[in-house]
């Protein structure tokens, strides 16, 4: 497949190191052309030294729509003078020649990306963003080869992209191999471990497992035909029904255990199906509606 967004590596002095003299040029001029985000530091903060790996990665991720300029106020304290800045890292974004945002403080990435986001917000998605969003439009046409390959070359660029991963993995479940899946999802940590992306096709994983020993739904649906309250049987069918993709019918099995026992095995028709939930997503047509039926189940 060719590549659909070339050369994603950060363009040349998207992050750069600055001082008094090139203030000028690299923070007030640049940014006639893309925002530019000035980051004050030093050698001995230490927040300085969590937040600015974090921004280099956000700004190197937007591929070129915003750039960085690093300056050290040791070396600089005039210009840290002139900008007021009191405490660091201290962080000012500029546009059109003007200091436009800012913030004081280490950041989480997510605040990072925000931030970021407001703006190059009307510049449009950058091209991982693009790419993300075609390797899941392709993903749900039924194009796993092709979604394969574009998460593929957004990891090559940015390789703790959660969503990539997510989509990478969701590829893996749907052609079948489910260990190597379960591989790849053991050995995140930190972060990505709990990322809600990483976290939904865990769960997708774990009904996919289930799925591949599902039994026949004949012989379970007349075990229930004999004994309504066999949470075992009901609990089993709703598994062949998701494996035969009647995700719906799945999930009226599951409902219909928690009306005639919720508590049964320790809530586990509940638990499986918020483990459904997770793997259909929250804002799911099908997920949404469950939520409401469970929700005047629970609470009636």
Same mark, same amino acid.
Request: with cysteine; charged share 25%; hydrophobic share 45%.
């Given at each position: 497949?060719?590549?659909?967004?070339?050369?994603?590596?950060?363009?040349?002095?998207?992050?750069?190191?600055?001082?008094?003299?090139?203030?000028?040029?690299?923070?007030?001029? $640049?940014?006639?052309?893309?925002?530019?985000?000035?980051?004050?530091?030093?050698?001995?903060?230490?927040?300085?030294?969590?937040?600015?790996?974090?921004?280099?990665?956000?700004?190197?991720?937007?591929?070129?729509?915003?750039?960085?300029?690093?300056?050290?106020?040791?070396?600089? +304290?005039?210009? $840290?003078? +002139?900008?007021?800045?009191?405490?660091?890292?201290?962080?000012?974004?500029?546009?059109?020649?003007?200091?436009?945002?800012?913030?004081?403080?280490?950041?989480?990435?997510?605040?990072?990306? #925000?931030?970021?986001?407001?703006?190059?917000?009307?510049?449009?998605?950058?091209?991982?963003?693009?790419?993300?969003?075609?390797?899941? #439009?392709?993903?749900?046409?039924?194009?796993?080869?092709?979604?394969?390959?574009?998460?593929?070359?957004?990891?090559?660029?940015?390789?703790?992209?959660?969503?990539?991963? $997510?989509?990478?993995?969701?590829?893996?479940?749907?052609?079948?191999?489910? $260990?190597?899946?379960?591989?790849?999802?053991?050995?995140?940590?930190?972060?990505?471990?709990?990322?809600?992306?990483?976290?939904?096709?865990?769960?997708?994983?774990?009904?996919?497992?289930?799925?591949?020993?599902?039994?026949?739904?004949?012989?379970?649906?007349?075990?229930?035909?004999?004994?309504?309250?066999?949470?075992?049987?009901?609990?089993?069918?709703?598994?062949?029904?998701?494996?035969?993709? +009647?995700?719906?019918?799945?999930?009226?099995?599951?409902?219909?255990?928690?009306?005639?026992?919720?508590?049964?095995?320790?809530?586990?028709?509940?638990?499986?199906?918020?483990?459904?939930?997770? #793997?259909?997503?929250?804002?799911?047509?099908?997920?949404?509606?469950?939520?409401?039926?469970?929700?005047?189940?629970?609470?009636?």
């Amino acid at each position: 497949m060719e590549p659909i967004i070339g050369d994603m590596s950060a363009p040349a002095n998207t992050v750069k190191d600055g001082d008094t003299a090139s203030f000028a040029a690299d923070v007030i001029e $640049a940014s006639n052309e893309v925002p530019v985000i000035v980051d004050f530091w030093a050698e001995w903060c230490g927040p300085c030294k969590t937040l600015g790996p974090t921004i280099e990665k956000a700004v190197k991720a937007a591929s070129g729509q915003v750039r960085l300029v690093k300056i050290n106020v040791d070396e600089n +304290q005039q210009l $840290a003078q +002139q900008l007021r800045v009191q405490s660091i890292p201290a962080v000012f974004a500029f546009k059109n020649g003007k200091p436009v945002d800012g913030f004081v403080g280490a950041q989480p990435e997510s605040q990072i990306k #925000a931030f970021i986001q407001r703006l190059t917000g009307d510049a449009g998605p950058s091209p991982i963003e693009q790419a993300l969003e075609q390797g899941e #439009a392709a993903l749900a046409a039924g194009d796993v080869s092709g979604a394969s390959d574009i998460f593929g070359q957004v990891l090559r660029a940015d390789m703790e992209n959660a969503r990539a991963i $997510a989509g990478l993995c969701q590829c893996l479940i749907d052609s079948g191999d489910l $260990a190597e899946a379960r591989e790849m999802l053991d050995g995140l940590e930190g972060k990505l471990a709990i990322d809600p992306a990483v976290q939904s096709v865990r769960a997708a994983l774990e009904l996919a497992e289930q799925s591949a020993d599902a039994g026949d739904t004949v012989p379970l649906r007349a075990r229930l035909e004999a004994n309504g309250n066999d949470h075992e049987a009901r609990m089993e069918l709703s598994t062949a029904l998701l494996a035969a993709g +009647q995700r719906e019918e799945a999930v009226d099995e599951l409902l219909e255990s928690i009306r005639r026992d919720r508590n049964w095995n320790d809530e586990a028709a509940r638990k499986q199906l918020l483990t459904l939930f997770e #793997a259909f997503g929250h804002a799911d047509e099908l997920t949404v509606s469950a939520r409401r039926r469970l929700s005047s189940m629970l609470f009636s």
